[in-house]
């Protein structure tokens, strides 16, 4: 059973691949949001909800104080939410603006945006879906 998921694991690793990142381990794994359960369970639960706000949803990958964190952001521009902040297990490190700086967040990435994602995001950094 496992081969046959092989082929398709492949191709979205060589689909996901780029000059300036080929490979790229984050969290130990190449593949953040299949390989972690923790943000795959987030994601599935995420979809599984079919909520109207789920359009402005999107999770970034970034680094803070020198490890590798993971952000729920929510660009819906009727709230004010919370921006939670995880490291590699799952584990709820603060949030943002709060118990963490928003400044000693670097090399933010947008590695996940739901689908039909309707807001505007100015970052460098936004891996395929």
Do not use: H
Request: net charge negative; proline share 5%; with cysteine.
């Amino acid at each position: 059973m496992k081969l046959i998921y092989l082929p398709v694991i492949l191709l979205f690793l060589l689909l996901a691949c780029s000059d300036d990142d080929d490979n790229t381990v984050v969290c130990g794994v190449v593949s953040p949001l299949t390989d972690l359960p923790w943000l795959r369970t987030e994601i599935e639960n995420r979809l599984e909800e079919d909520s109207e706000d789920l359009v402005y949803c999107y999770i970034t990958e970034a680094t803070y104080r020198g490890q590798t964190v993971f952000l729920y952001w929510d660009c819906n521009p009727t709230i004010n939410k919370v921006i939670p902040v995880y490291d590699c297990e799952g584990s709820f490190l603060g949030s943002l603006g709060q118990q963490i700086d928003a400044e000693e967040i670097e090399e933010e990435c947008v590695i996940w945006r739901a689908p039909g994602f309707v807001c505007l995001i100015d970052f460098a950094c936004i891996r395929p879906d």
